[in-house]
Each structure stands twice: as C-alpha cells, then as structure tokens.
C-alpha cells in the first residue's frame, strides 16, 4: 500500500488537474498548464510546511480538517491567479475553488464512511454527555472501535436537534423515550470535565438503569491536551459524585500568596500535608520544607516531588529543640501545619500522646513561628473541634485557642511580627481516616459494609479542593481569625454505602451496623455561632473569636501535660466537651 503522504500528495494533483480542466472548460480559457502546476505546488507545499495535512488521517477526519483543506485549497489561488491573468478572475477563482472544495470533501466524507462502515464491526452502542470539544474528541476517537456512537446529549437547547459529524444532538428526555423503545445501551460517557458534583449525580441517577456501563472524563484540570481521552476514561465513582469544587476558588490570590516563599509544611506527608505539598510546589514556592515523624511518610513524599528540590525534615513538632533548630536554619516565610493524630478511637486509647503531639506539638510550632517572625502560620482545624465528643475534637479546639490568642505573645516593641490563622473543615474524600478507602477494601473482600449508625451524618470535600480553600482562607487572614470552609450539605454515612455498592454493581453486598465508636458524634457543626462573618468568598466564613487569656492558656496546657486527670482538665478548658467514651 502507498505511503499516506504519497497517496494524500496524488490526490491534490490529480483533483486540482480535474477541477483546472472543468473552470478552464466552462470559461472557455486554454489549459494552462504553468498556472496549474504552480497551485498544485503551491497546495503541497502548504500540506506540508503550513498546515502538516499529510498526517492527518481520513479516517478521522474532522471539521478542523475540512477547514485546513478549504485554507490550503484557497490561499495559493489569491496570490497567483492575479500573477498570470493580471487582474483578479474572481469567477475563474471562485468556482475553482468550489469545485476543488466540493470534490475534496466528497473524497473525505466517502472515504471517512467507508472505513467506519467497514473497518471494525460495530456491535456495541455508545451516547456521549457532552456535545462540547470534549464530546466531540471522544466521538472522534471511538471511530474505527468497536462502539458505534449513536447520540450525543447535551442540556443546551440551542445545540438539541443539531448534529455532530452525522450524530444527532438530543436533550436527556429524548434520549430517554428512544432507550425505552430500543432497549438498554452498552456504554455511557459523560464528557463533561467541568460540571459540578450535582451535575454528574442528576446524570448518573437519571440514565444509569438504561445503560450496561457508565465512564466519565475526568475534572477539567486533570485533561492535558495531547492525551488520548478514551484511554483517560474511568469508572464513575463515589469521589466524581461528592466533589464539590467550589465555584470561587480564586488560585490567583493561591499564587500571590506562595510564589516565593519558603514554606514549611508539617505533617507533609500525611493526606492533608501532602497535597498542600503538592499545590505549594505547584504555586511556586521558591523552597518547600517537608517536615514529617514518619519515614515512609516524608520519603513517599519527597520522591514524588523530588524535581522541585524539596528539604526533608525527619522530625516530630513535639520535639521543641529540634524544632527551633529547623527555623532557625531554613527561616521560613510561611508554615502551614498539618501535623497531627487524627484518628478518633486510636486517639480515645492513647490520650497522653495525643495531647503531647497535638496541643504540645501545635505550641511549639507557633512560638517558633513568633520567634523567628515568620510571616504567616495556618493551622489546619477540623469540624470536631466544634462541641467537641472526643479527645481529638477537644485536643483540636485547645490548639483553635491558641492560634486565636497567641497574637497576644507577637508584642515585640508593639510590632506584630506573625499572622496566625486556623482553618476548619470537615472529612475529605479519600484520606487515610476516611471511610470510602475502608468501603472499598470492604467491597474489594465480598462485604459486609459496617457502618456504625443508620442516622451518622457526615460532610466531605476532596482532598485537592479543601486543600486549595485552606490557601486561599489562609492568604486573606490577618490574624487571630478561624476560617470555616463550606463543606456542602452533610451525608448520611449508610446512603454513601449504598450508593458505592451500585457504583460496583455488587448489589449482594449488605450493609451491617456495628454501633458508634468511642468519642464519634452522629452530626459534626462547621460552625458554633449562627451569626459568624462573611469573606469576600461564598465558601469561606470567619468564627467567632474566643478569647482566652495567653498566660493561663501557657499555664493550663503545662498542666494538662502532667495530670493523670486528663479528661478533666480538657473539659476545663474546653467547656463544651462532652465526652462520649462508650458507643450509643
């Protein structure tokens, strides 16, 4: 068989001759041989040199590759028809022109039919959500496969009813009145890299029933370019139906806020720290200070960032000499600090530690932060510090206090020297305490799922999305502020069950209530005080500032330290601690 190119190159020639043969003849001007032969190079050349149109193949041929065509076709005929004739022969160009356009086109569309009427048989059917570049790409893809695309969907009106390279546009209820006389389709693909959450649910729970499988095109942010989107199709799953990317999420104000900076992140490389790692490097920290207790943790980390030079700190934030070492060393701009035990019913069994990394831990790395000025410090919160149940609530809400007050430590010569912020949010998807990995494996093994409540409630963000909010809150702070961010509407932990095991279509998989676990809530609160403040962002409130006196805050930690009456002198502190040791 020819080569592409040889074969794309004997074409231009031998329709330019005939459409030249056909305008010269109903014109009644002599071939001219010398005109002919200058487009025909002229057309080749501009395949190759321009436009590169010998690679493309016609076999996915596209409307971008009829635009090339009709620009290759056009262009040579402005600049030489006037050279031969001395005037421009508007009706000798146009209607060359068409004609080469018309039988151009003809040889593609044929060609293009051919191969995908007779190329791979088409014995599954396939709709694409999404008649957006997105959709189209993937149409254009499954072409020689074996899935034959039968419609595109798309909510806008104004593309209903039009159609795609020969695939009709439908709205969501037309699609569904054609499946309920042709029966269930293979395949569904949602190509819709930017909708919401409750978008990709409405689509999901909506079309599910009437489809053997449904696949999604990852967020937008994840798309790069020149990958193949068929091979980046995935399995819907429970994440693409609980992600909440927040509509003002301003990675401008991100980027101010890092670039440039040398940061410190503790806990760097737990699940929170990680990812902020990540987004640090991203935004253009000039240096990234990646400080972990847990080997395996800091090494995974490091490795996987290791092309933007981070420093590894193998250290515990309870260790305050080590600690004032590492800031005194490196001199950080901004600390964000992630570090702590997070995981209630192992924090319930060891309380001593969970005060000394958490409380103890989080005061050395503010008094180090005020010591060596570092000009921003953000303290990452969790949505159990509100009306604490459990130890880690309680531990969470006394290092809130300290952020708020310590402020008070910064009068040096009446200069405020570090601004300390604090930022609250609830579960993210996918984290090392989360139940979707515990689900899975669960899932993975046959069943049962356990879930210890059929009332327990809980909020969820992704992991890269609060991350990013925790930034943003953290660039506009002053100081002495607790950000609360926007987690959504709560979910009922025994309806997330449900909802992945038909997301694995593991509908013999049962649901078992092991009954709550020491110190665990059935609602988590974001907030305490109704009439918190607004910020500039939808997706970010202000708290309550609660003041507690730095001095015996100092002096009510040391003694929480050496009491063997922990739990009392939590609730001293904390007031609103109610502790609930023992499940319901």
């Known amino acids: 068989m020819p080569d592409k190119r040889i074969l794309n190159f004997l074409i231009i020639i031998l329709v330019s001759i005939g459409t030249f043969w056909w305008t010269f003849f109903i014109f009644h001007i002599d071939f001219d041989w010398k005109l002919v032969s200058t487009v025909i190079l002229c057309r080749i050349l501009a395949s190759i040199l321009i436009f590169e149109d010998y690679s493309l193949s016609w076999s996915k041929a596209t409307q971008k590759t009829f635009l090339i065509k009709t620009i290759v076709a056009f262009v040579p005929l402005l600049v030489y028809v006037p050279l031969f004739y001395g005037e421009v022969r508007i009706a000798v160009t146009l209607n060359e022109f068409f004609t080469y356009l018309v039988a151009m086109n003809f040889l593609m569309y044929l060609y293009y039919y051919y191969t995908n009427q007779t190329g791979v048989a088409k014995t599954k059917s396939l709709v694409i959500y999404g008649a957006g570049k997105a959709g189209n790409k993937l149409e254009s893809e499954f072409r020689g496969s074996e899935y034959r695309v039968k419609y595109f969907v798309d909510d806008d009106k104004i593309l209903q009813g039009r159609s795609i390279d020969g695939v009709k546009v439908v709205s969501r209820v037309h699609l569904l009145d054609i499946i309920s006389k042709e029966g269930k389709y293979e395949l569904l693909v949602i190509a819709v890299p930017s909708a ?208 708020q007050n310590a402020v008070s430590l910064e009068d040096l010569g009446g200069k405020k020297t570090t601004e300390i912020v604090a930022v609250r949010f609830g579960n993210v998807l996918g984290s090392s305490g989360s139940v979707i990995p515990k689900f899975k494996e669960q899932i993975a093994l046959g069943g049962p799922l356990t879930v210890t409540h059929p009332e327990i409630t809980r909020y969820f963000m992704l992991v890269p999305e609060a991350c990013e909010l925790v930034l943003q809150a953290a660039s506009i702070g002053v100081g002495g502020e607790i950000f609360i961010l926007d987690m959504g509407e709560p979910i009922k932990i025994v309806d997330l069950a449900k909802k992945m095991i038909t997301l694995s279509a593991r509908e013999d998989i049962k649901i078992e209530f092991s009954g709550l676990r020491a110190g665990e809530k059935l609602y988590e609160e974001l907030l305490i005080d109704e009439s918190d403040a607004k910020t500039e962002y939808e997706s970010i409130t202000v708290a309550g500032k609660t003041v507690y006196d730095i001095t015996k805050l100092n002096q009510d930690i040391e003694e929480l330290t050496k009491t063997e009456k922990k739990l009392e002198k939590l609730k001293e502190i904390v007031p609103e601690f109610e502790h609930h040791p023992n499940s319901f």
Request: glycine share 4%; hydrophobic share 40%.
């Open 196 to 403: 919401s959450s409750q978008r990709i649910k409405e689509i999901h729970e909506n079309l599910s029933p009437y489809f053997k499988q449904i696949k999604i095109l990852p967020a937008i942010e994840k798309i790069l370019v020149e990958q193949s989107y068929t091979k980046m199709l995935q399995d819907i799953s429970i994440e693409d139906l609980l992600a909440r990317r927040p509509k003002d999420l301003n990675k401008t104000v991100i980027q101010n806020f890092i670039k440039g900076k040398k940061v410190l992140i503790t806990g760097a490389g737990g699940s929170i720290g990680s990812e902020i790692s990540r987004q640090c490097a991203l935004y253009g920290a000039s240096q990234l200070l990646l400080l972990d207790h847990s080997e395996y943790n800091l090494y995974t980390i490091v490795e996987e960032l290791q092309q933007y030079k981070p420093i590894h700190i193998m250290q515990s934030v309870a260790n305050r000499e080590l600690l004032e070492s590492t800031f005194e060393k490196y001199k950080p701009d901004i600390v964000i600090h992630a570090a702590a035990y997070k995981h209630v019913p192992l924090v319930e069994e060891n309380i001593a530690e969970a005060i000394i990394n958490n409380i103890v831990g989080t005061k050395n790395a503010i008094d180090c932060a005020i010591k060596h000025k570092v000009k921003k410090f953000v303290f990452v919160s969790t949505d159990k510090a509100v009306r604490p149940t459990n130890v880690m609530g309680a531990t969470k809400r006394i290092c809130e206090l300290y952020a």
